[in-house]
């Protein structure tokens, strides 16, 4: 590969990665350009840790060792535990070895029966016919890392009788490089929307990568407003051990959330045991039987849970929820330099209000006139509970609960 050729890959990935070409579609591309030019390369992996809540990292692999067209597939690795032996695998490669002896690349001829015993990928490579292996590390600058995000790690692998000449393996050692540039780019794009959507909400947070972040600015919205929170959770902070109430909250808040999750709704918050979220349609009705369906899931789901963790021997408990309908303000709201994409608006104090009803009305779940109304066809799966004043509402209202007696058959 000559010096004409290094440059014009070394365009292609710019151009790529500018435009944001797929890291699957640019690790492909790439590999197959230097095939293209004569390069016999006939396996590769790059990878790269992240910053996830969790997932540790993933790698991409393009495979052309088979008789078909080449592969390419990403694979998602730890954060979650479901490898036991990630560590000890990590600990037993190439990568891990560039990693802390501080070296760019290691270069196995994979020909030499005794050369790279010590890692068991050889084996595994030696055994495929593989003649060639190099391992290259691409670290990143304390203010280009995030995270565990720093550096990249690629593996390049020849079957050829005589693998990579020198020429080659100096041709990868300074493409990886702008490679590894573009994947970064990549990551953090990723990351951002990553972080955006795990702390922000999804539609909070993609309107804010799209440039929504002017304080003051905010929408008006008609939706269902869900303020839930944990029955007794003083009572439980108070008696139980204290390295089981982060595992309680994340218990009830998981199944909250994916119950609000599945039928469309936006988490927007997070307020100590309780749980602010939206349901916003076009038109009420569907807002407000989606929330109901959310709210029934979330309820069947929670005694699910509460059998589990008695079984264990864990504290268990249930949680109050206040759904209303009515007029939001949804935007940036907040000081100069601290801000919070969220709802705002009397609204908002009624659902919680509501929710505060719960525990002397002994319900689960309490939803507002406002909220019936606008949902005729969910009436009959309700039944009233009598009209209360809220406190800090200026008007008494009538609450309802779900009817025991309403099955799915009346749905």
Same mark, same amino acid.
């Given at each position: ?167 080659? &393996?100096?041709?990868? $050692?300074?493409?990886? /490089?702008?490679?590894? %540039? #573009? ?5 953090? !794009?990723?990351? =951002? ?70 039928? &469309?709704?936006?988490? $927007?918050?997070?307020? /100590?045991?309780?749980? %602010? #979220? ?5 038109? !009420?009705?569907? =807002? ?70 719960? &525990? ?52």
């Amino acid at each position: 590969m000559d010096a004409q050729g290094i440059l014009d890959l070394s365009r292609w990935i710019a151009e790529a990665g500018l435009r944001g070409v797929p890291e699957t579609d640019l690790i492909g591309g790439f590999c197959e350009r230097l095939v293209a030019a004569g390069v016999p390369l006939t396996r590769t992996v790059v990878g790269a840790d992240t910053l996830h809540p969790t997932i540790a990292g993933h790698v991409v692999t393009w495979d052309s060792s088979g008789r078909n067209a080449a592969e390419v597939r990403r694979t998602e690795y730890g954060g979650d535990g479901s490898d036991p032996d990630i560590d000890e695998k990590w600990l037993r490669s190439p990568f891990h070895r560039l990693y802390t002896s501080g070296e760019t690349m290691l270069r196995l001829r994979l020909t030499d029966g005794t050369e790279g015993g010590e890692f068991p990928i050889v084996d595994e490579l030696r055994a495929q016919g593989a003649t060639d292996y190099m391992a290259i590390v691409n670290r990143l600058g304390p203010r280009a890392a995030i995270g565990e995000l720093d550096c990249i790690f690629s593996s390049w692998v020849s079957h050829h009788p005589d693998g990579f000449s020198d020429a080659q &393996r100096d041709a990868l $050692l300074t493409l990886t /490089g702008s490679l590894a %540039l #573009a994947l970064r780019g990549h990551a953090m !794009a990723h990351i =951002a929307n990553t972080l955006a959507e795990t702390y922000l909400g999804r539609d909070a947070g993609h309107r804010v990568l799209r440039g929504h972040i002017r304080r003051g600015v905010a929408e008006e919205l008609d939706a269902v407003l869900w303020f839930s929170d944990l029955q007794g959770f003083t009572r439980i902070t108070d008696t139980a051990a204290p390295e089981t109430i982060l595992p309680l909250l994340n218990d009830y808040a998981e199944l909250v959330v994916t119950a609000i999750h599945r039928h &469309r709704g936006q988490v $927007l918050k997070f307020i /100590g045991d309780g749980i %602010l #979220a939206v349901f916003d349609r076009s038109s !009420a009705e569907d =807002a407000c039987r989606a929330a109901l369906d959310a709210a029934e899931e979330a309820r069947e789901r929670c005694k699910e849970l509460n059998a589990r963790r008695s079984a264990a021997g864990l504290p268990v408990t249930r949680f109050y929820l206040g759904l209303h309908q009515g007029k939001v303000f949804y935007g940036n709201i907040g000081g100069v330099d601290r801000l919070d994409f969220t709802v705002v608006g009397p609204a908002v104090n009624e659902a919680s209000r509501i929710a505060a009803m719960c &525990r002397s009305l002994d319900q689960d779940i309490l939803l507002s006139s406002a909220f019936t109304e606008s949902a005729p066809e969910c009436r009959e799966r309700l039944i009233s509970v009598g009209r209360y004043l809220l406190r800090g509402v200026g008007r008494p209202q009538e609450l309802y609960t779900l009817d025991p007696e309403a099955g799915q058959a009346n749905r």
